[in-house]
């Protein structure tokens, strides 16, 4: 079992839905991160936090730490928000342990 | 600028070669990594080099050995490579625990 769940794995939306891709993890925590990758391959990084809530334009990303859970959300998806999310937790030893990814297409 | 950048971008190279994958960060970054994307996609850490120590080495097999000759530079070198070794590899640098990857270097082996 890995130590970083995502859910789901495979998501499909409509433009204009709102998105919600959950990460749950199992181990002690400095930080989060939520990573993005598009189908040409390169890694973003969207979000790093380590409590409470960011936004930046229509992507939402909250953590509770008492639950080990975060949730990334997206609002008014569009066909440009079509890519890899992924997990990343990192530990004391700034190792970063990543989740299974959740791929998300959205549709015209 | 680039922030981080690899190169090459692809390698493909018959089994049993020895190759490298150089990485460059112009940001000042005194920690840097190597992850192994698989063919699932799934992205694990190989290295982390701090200062260039190395701090994280992650069960990788001793065909792998990461170079730092300086605070900017991570190069991967791999000996007598596998096919299991075809993977795309991402090199990244981070301060504070933000984290910056590059591009990434998509090698095949056959």
């Known amino acids: 079992k890995n130590e970083v769940e995502q859910s789901p794995q495979n998501l499909t939306a409509q433009e204009g839905e709102f998105i919600t891709i959950n990460c749950s993890y199992s181990v002690g925590i400095s930080a989060l991160h939520w990573l993005q990758q598009h189908p040409g391959g390169g890694i973003v990084s969207l979000f790093m936090l380590s409590s409470g809530k960011k936004k930046h334009g229509r992507l939402i990303a909250t953590i509770n730490i008492q639950e080990k859970h975060s949730s990334l959300h997206i609002t008014a998806s569009h066909p440009r928000d079509s890519a890899v999310y992924i997990c990343?937790?990192?530990?004391?030893?700034?190792?970063?342990?990543f989740g299974t990814g959740t791929r998300l297409q959205v549709f015209p | 600028d680039t922030a981080v950048s690899q190169t090459p971008k692809y390698l493909v190279t018959q089994m049993g070669n020895d190759k490298s994958i150089k990485c460059e960060q112009n940001l000042g970054h005194d920690t840097m990594y190597w992850y192994k994307q698989d063919s699932k996609k799934f992205l694990k850490i190989m290295f982390s080099y701090n200062n260039k120590e190395l701090i994280i080495n992650e069960t990788v097999p001793n065909r792998f050995s990461p170079k730092s000759p300086d605070k900017a530079h991570l190069n991967l070198h791999i000996n007598s490579l596998e096919l299991g070794d075809s993977a795309v590899y991402f090199c990244a640098s981070s301060l504070n625990f933000e984290q910056y990857f590059g591009p990434g270097t998509r090698l095949t082996v056959t």
């Open positions: 990343a937790v990192i530990f004391n030893t700034d190792k970063l342990i």
